[in-house]
């Protein structure tokens, strides 16, 4: 029980903590063209791979273009499209799960085959395949996150309504009369959404590492738009001489996936949840 009351505990204040580094880049994502000293997308060579100054706190890149500007932007991309990426692939996971793990039978089977199919090829190359299919560019990088990532949460979801469907409260409210859409809103959806919150902490930050993964490769955002993944590719050639151009958004990747990954397990340990 102490070293139970212990976990919590920690738990807790890395809860805290990561949700205070997340709410400040969210804030950055929102308010980036108040807080960016400059324009991102301006060219001027004569300032090119200049060292950090006042105008320029972070430096400029082989364009002349501010480095920091370039980054608080890069968050609006990384962050925003990944939230767009994770609300949908929920909503259409959320819906499939809820529907094949209390319908069941046929529909059940049909479902999950599919997401089967889905997962049996690995996130990455299925998204690089679907992008060499449709085109490079975000959308389609977007969709592609979108196809791969809901089977996840389908399963998940599923696996947690097949469970729950089988208690007594629920076959005493079958008994009273309520509808499948009040069982699934009073009973089933409240405690799906513990797993789904650590699901979903976890998932955000997979998005974040494969949508700048492909943009590095060329494939999603396109210059000028500035994304952090875009900007390590652009810097690429410049690691020797200038290797900030490659380091200060390496280092952005690297603290939000962190921080969604230790807020995903202080959750799990918060809510009791175990994980394969």
Not at 51 to 74: E, M, V
Not at 145 to 173: D, M
């Amino acid at each position: 029980m102490i070293a139970r009351t212990r976990i919590i505990l920690k738990s807790q204040k890395i809860i805290v903590l990561s949700s205070l580094i997340l709410f400040v880049l969210f804030f950055i994502m929102i308010f980036a063209p108040w807080l960016a000293p400059n324009d991102p997308t301006t060219v001027n060579l004569v300032h090119k791979l200049q060292p950090p100054s006042l105008a320029y706190p972070f430096g400029t890149d082989q364009l002349g273009r501010c480095t920091l500007s370039r980054i608080l932007f890069g968050a609006r991309v990384s962050l925003g499209f990944a939230i767009l990426i994770f609300i949908s692939a929920l909503s259409i996971g959320l819906i499939i799960g809820l529907i094949a793990g209390y319908k069941g039978g046929w529909v059940d089977q049909v479902l999950m085959r599919f997401a089967d199919g889905v997962m049996a090829f690995p996130s990455l190359l299925l998204v690089l395949g679907l992008v060499g299919i449709w085109g490079a560019g975000l959308k389609q990088v977007v969709f592609a996150l979108i196809f791969v990532q809901w089977v996840y949460y389908a399963r998940v979801i599923r696996g947690v309504v097949l469970s729950l469907k089988e208690q007594n409260y629920i076959t005493a409210a079958k008994i009273s009369g309520s509808s499948q859409w009040k069982i699934m809103k009073k009973h089933i959806i409240p405690n799906v959404l513990p797993p789904l919150a650590v699901m979903g902490t976890l998932e955000m930050g997979w998005a974040i590492m494969h949508l700048s993964s492909i943009s590095f490769l060329g494939l999603g955002v396109q210059p000028p738009t500035p994304e952090w993944g875009a900007m390590i590719h652009e810097g690429k050639s410049y690691i020797r001489t200038n290797p900030s151009l490659m380091l200060y958004p390496g280092l952005m990747i690297m603290l939000v996936v962190v921080t969604f990954n230790l807020l995903g397990e202080s959750l799990s340990e918060r809510f009791g949840i175990k994980r394969r």
